[in-house]
């Protein structure tokens, strides 16, 4: 499965999210995107498979409990493709910052009667 099949769907998103914070046990993982998205233990469970076979999720056994845990590898995979087009979202981010400066001088220099 593509990186992004895998990350498009916003329950897997949000499972690499309690994960973000570290390992997690799938009872504690389960019980969040229940209580948030309304689906089914098994329709968890089904998702974290999809992130454990697609390489996002590792997961160790500790007695009974299943501790899930992020991988980094297929992230910066993600990273390194989306790289190539970081550059037009920093340029508009640039000419947004350099406008919002531009219109707070001028408040400030309206506000203190001075001309543009």
Request: charge should be neutral.
């Amino acid at each position: 499965m593509h990186a992004f099949d895998v990350l498009g769907d916003p329950v897997r998103r949000r499972i690499l999210e309690l994960l973000a914070a570290g390992e997690q046990p799938s009872g504690a993982v389960s019980e969040v995107i229940r209580e948030e998205f309304g689906i089914s233990q098994p329709a968890v469970s089904q998702h974290l498979r999809v992130l454990r076979e697609s390489g996002f999720a590792v997961v160790r056994a500790e007695g009974t409990r299943r501790l899930y845990a992020v991988r980094a590898d297929p992230l910066r995979e993600v990273d390194a493709w989306l790289d190539r087009f970081r550059g037009f979202w920093e340029q508009r981010l640039d000419a947004l910052g350099t406008e919002l400066a531009r219109g707070r001088r001028e408040r400030r220099e309206q506000e203190r009667g001075e001309a543009p």
